[in-house]
């Protein structure tokens, strides 16, 4: 690995010699592949079970080192949303911010939503989620792994932070602040990123960081939770950060972190004024534990008084309420800027979808927060808020398209459902040709003759996406992007 000059000095002086070698000799092998088990489909007992899994990350109870032969991101469970490939020190963030169904939780910078799923299996379908990202190119791989995910309380939106912070003051409970950085803890893995590293880039994502986390602390409640993360090891993104933010918001202070299998305490020597509490900080170094760099901090507001909620709006309004949402996430400009369409129609729901989705056991409780974007019918999150004037990418779950007389259900409701939620499903094992053949976009033959249109295609019990069925053909209705290639 060719290592940048500045870099190197920089790292051996931080380390100090020996360190610094065991550091360098990290690059030289790895921990094998991870994942993290999605919670929102599966209890990881039972998945470990089937896979044979080579032991838990431990400072996340639904992550897992993997070592065997295939590929996972080939398995039919990738596509089914089962489990999310992720590094394990990335898995860190998301598991040290105590999140609990019913909250609201912010996840600011969350393209492309490793972070933002796994929040959101915390959340169990119950409070809100709103996953940001700057960066309109990145909000589609974030779309992608949401609805892949089969999240139905989440609204995702392409802003800045100030502007954010500006609507919604006070109202979360739990914020994850994963900020954009030097990404030196990702050399390992991205040689690519090494080329992009100089000390003025360290002071400039140093000098962003900065600013998010300012606008973050607008957007807390008093008594809520904000966690901080970086994939660098630049102690001027890191602890000298954290120190910046408390000395600019004495409101907040440092609560400590799982310290466990090689995890370091935060550097209060890598600090401007020697700060004793970044010990509470946490830093994942690759020759310390098995994982890339990475640094968590987390921080309590104090409690005081709650601010008004202004942003909550009654459930009968949200019909009325204008929502902004890109018609498809095809239609994204290529500036960074999403396409805002049509106002929300009143509801009233059309024959059709209600037909379709009187099948569905939660329908009733779903239909006074149903909108409308042209013909595509949304599912809002309970209590959302009005996001009027904002870049939204998606609002809650898209259910589908109410077209002249009929209604096709979307890929995402699909991934939202269990194959007991609706009334039609056939499901294959994983190793079966005809899981292959759906995923690859091709009609699948079913012996059940007796199922007649709309079924949820599943492997093992794992809905895969709609087929629609005639005589004992299954249509593919697989989403045409998201198609094994
Ligand atoms: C480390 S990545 C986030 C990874 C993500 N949390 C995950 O787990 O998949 C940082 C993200 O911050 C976004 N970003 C950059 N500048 C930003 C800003 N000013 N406000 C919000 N997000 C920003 C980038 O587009 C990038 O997606």
């Known amino acids: 690995m060719n290592l940048p000059e500045d870099y190197q000095n920089k790292m051996q002086k931080m380390l100090g010699g020996d360190e610094y070698l065991q550091y360098l000799d990290s690059f030289n092998y790895s921990y094998g592949q991870t994942l993290r088990v999605n919670q929102l489909k599966k209890e990881p007992a039972d998945f470990i079970r089937r896979f044979l899994l080579d032991g838990q990350v431990s400072w996340c109870s639904t992550g897992f080192y993997y070592e065997g032969e295939q590929k996972l991101s080939a398995h039919p469970y990738y596509y089914a949303g089962v489990y999310y490939l992720q590094e394990p020190s990335a898995m860190a963030p998301a598991a040290f911010l105590p999140v609990e169904p019913g909250d609201k939780v912010l996840d600011l910078c969350a393209a492309p939503g490793g972070k933002s799923t796994a929040l959101a299996a915390k959340l169990q379908g119950e409070g809100f989620l709103l996953s940001n990202d700057i960066s309109a190119s990145r909000c589609k791989p974030l779309l992608k792994n949401m609805e892949m995910a089969g999240v139905k309380n989440s609204v995702i939106t392409c802003e800045s932070p100030e502007k954010l912070a500006g609507r919604f003051a006070g109202y979360f409970d739990k914020i994850l602040v994963d900020a954009p950085c030097s990404g030196e803890g990702m050399f390992r893995r991205e040689p690519s990123m090494v080329k992009s590293w100089s000390p003025e880039e360290v002071e400039r994502y140093a000098k962003l960081q900065r600013e998010i986390l300012t606008s973050a602390a607008q957007m807390m409640k008093p008594g809520g939770y904000l966690l901080y993360s970086t994939c660098t090891f630049a102690k001027e993104e890191d602890e000298q950060t954290v120190e910046y933010f408390l000395e600019q918001h004495r409101d907040f202070s440092l609560q400590e972190l799982p310290l466990c299998d ?122 959302c808020p009005d996001f009027k004037g904002l870049r939204v990418v998606r609002s809650g779950l898209y259910l589908g398209d109410c077209l002249k007389k009929r209604f096709e259900p979307s890929q995402a409701l699909a991934m939202a459902l269990k194959p007991e939620e609706y009334k039609r499903s056939v499901s294959f094992k994983a190793e079966d040709i005809c899981v292959e053949k759906y995923l690859r976009g091709e009609t699948v033959d079913i012996e059940d003759a007796g199922l007649d249109g709309w079924t949820l295609f599943c492997v093992d019990e794992f809905p895969l996406g709609w087929g629609k069925c005639n005589r004992g053909r299954l249509k593919n209705k697989y989403n045409p992007n998201w198609r094994k290639l």
């Not at 020597?269 to 946490?282: M, S």
């Not at 309004?317 to 106002?343: A, F, P």
């Not at 989705?357 to 595509?376: A, C, G, L, S």
């Open 262 to 383: 090689g995890i370091e305490e935060g550097k209060p020597e890598w600090t401007i004024r020697g700060r004793e509490d970044v010990k509470n900080c946490r830093r994942f170094l690759p020759h310390k534990v098995k994982g890339e760099g990475h640094f968590a901090a987390l921080f309590r507001k104090a409690d005081g008084v709650e601010s008004v909620d202004k942003q909550c709006i009654k459930e009968d309004d949200i019909s009325k309420s204008v929502h902004k949402e890109t018609k498809d996430k095809e239609k994204m400009c290529k500036d960074g800027k999403t396409q805002n369409t049509s106002k929300v129609k009143n509801v009233k729901i059309p024959e059709a979808m209600d037909e379709f989705m009187r099948e569905i056991p939660e329908w009733e409780q779903w239909k006074n927060r149903i909108i409308f974007i042209k013909e595509r019918a949304f599912l809002l999150p309970e209590n």
